[in-house]
């Protein structure tokens, strides 16, 4: 029997299985749902880092600024024409599953757009980032005007961003997993291999991004913006701003150690011991 690890269904004295075993004997087995220990093992990993906490946040304050204004909205999609971006409506990141709503919110905020020529790639991420801006200097709402502000500052740490586009890639290879383990088919020593599989694409993660990935292209723009600059600017010195003007710190190797080292802590907690 599978269900999730709440006690009112696995509790051994008064859950659900409890009474099954009284009818049924010992024949029935019960099981954590292995989704649910994935998305528990995410949840440990969202209280324990810090910087996904705050990525978390932003995207719920991006979400409510756009969800419930319209007026928001329409300025959002305009800014987007004059930039050349088609712009999606922000996802909310609350709901029942924790991994699907935070990965397509993530997905939506980090939209490419279309490469202009040897300009930069300007995506959702630039439009949003403007129109915080501008809602920062002209809202005539208080709450909105510093929740603008609170947004902008933060989408223009660089250690933030360069973390949006790992985390895309993070959750793009969970979510591999998490669809296998809700097949009606699939079983055990398949998911434990995928699971194992994960693991080692999260350890390889420590020492290169993925192979096109969205923190490569990330870091290839900031590359291209590096060479743009000295041929055009051959004289003068390197600035310290890059990439949809973001100032970018050397914190986001300690935060991605960080990160990569609890993920796997915290599957291990919730996978390797019940297996």
């Given at each position: 029997?599978?269900?999730d690890?709440a006690?009112v ?5 008064g ?7 009284e009818e049924?004997?010992?024949h ?7 989704p649910?220990r ?21 995207l ?10 319209s007026?928001?909205?329409?300025e ?13 409506n922000?996802?909310?990141?609350k709901?029942t599953?924790?991994?699907?709503h935070?990965s ?9 757009g279309k490469k ?8 959702q991420?630039t439009?949003?980032h ?10 005539e709402n ?14 223009e ?10 985390l ?24 434990v291999?995928?699971l ?8 390889a ?5 993925l192979r096109?990935?969205?923190?490569a292209?990330f ?5 291209d ?8 600017h051959?004289d003068d ?13 050397s ?5 991605l150690?960080c990160?990569?080292d609890?993920i796997?802590?915290?599957i291990?907690?919730r ?5």
């Amino acid at each position: 029997m599978t269900a999730d690890g709440a006690n009112v269904n696995l509790g051994r004295r008064g859950g659900v299985i409890a009474h099954v075993k009284e009818e049924a004997g010992d024949h029935v087995v019960p099981f954590h749902c292995m989704p649910h220990r994935l998305e528990l093992a995410l949840l440990s990993v969202q209280r324990n880092i810090p910087m996904v906490r705050t990525v978390y946040d932003i995207l719920d304050m991006v979400f409510r600024t756009y969800h419930y204004s319209s007026k928001s909205r329409r300025e959002l999609k305009k800014l987007g024409e004059e930039l050349g971006v088609t712009v999606l409506n922000p996802s909310a990141v609350k709901g029942t599953r924790w991994l699907p709503h935070v990965s397509r919110a993530l997905n939506v905020l980090l939209k490419p757009g279309k490469k202009d020529g040897e300009d930069e790639e300007l995506g959702q991420y630039t439009a949003v980032h403007v129109h915080m801006d501008h809602l920062a200097e002209a809202s005539e709402n208080a709450d909105i005007k510093g929740r603008a502000r609170k947004v902008m500052k933060t989408m223009e740490d660089g250690t933030f961003v360069a973390f949006c586009h790992f985390l895309a890639d993070m959750f793009n290879e969970v979510s591999s997993l998490c669809l296998l383990l809700q097949k009606n088919d699939v079983i055990l020593p398949k998911a434990v291999a995928k699971l194992e599989q994960l693991i080692l694409t999260v350890e390889a993660l420590k020492e290169q991004p993925l192979r096109d990935g969205r923190l490569a292209s990330f870091q290839k723009s900031l590359q291209d913006q590096r060479r743009k600059w000295q041929r055009d600017h051959p004289d003068d010195e390197l600035p310290v701003v890059y990439y949809y003007r973001v100032s970018f710190t050397s914190t986001f190797a300690t935060v991605l150690q960080c990160f990569l080292d609890t993920i796997i802590a915290c599957i291990a907690r919730r996978w390797l011991t019940a297996l």
